[in-house]
């Protein structure tokens, strides 16, 4: 995974809401979550699946591999 790829997660802990930023992207998460490690899951997931980490980052072979920032 590129550095510009680095993966970070802001929670909000009243609104329960995630927001993922990707490089210079960011991707507020669909649903509310009740934990910062659920979020992350979620997050993880997002990247793997909707934004195509799953063919772009060779190294990893899971969803839960890449590496996510806890903001």
């Known amino acids: 995974m590129r550095s510009e790829e680095n993966l970070q997660l802001h929670f909000d802990l009243l609104s329960h809401r995630a927001l993922l930023s990707c490089g210079d992207r960011d991707y507020v998460l669909p649903d509310s ?12 997931k997002f990247a793997w699946e909707t934004l195509g980490l799953k063919d772009r980052a060779r190294e990893f072979t ?7 920032w806890l903001r």
Do not use: F, H, I
């Open 33 to 44: 979550y009740p934990t910062k490690e659920m979020a992350r899951l979620a997050a993880q």
């Open 62 to 68: 899971q969803a839960s591999d890449l590496p996510v």
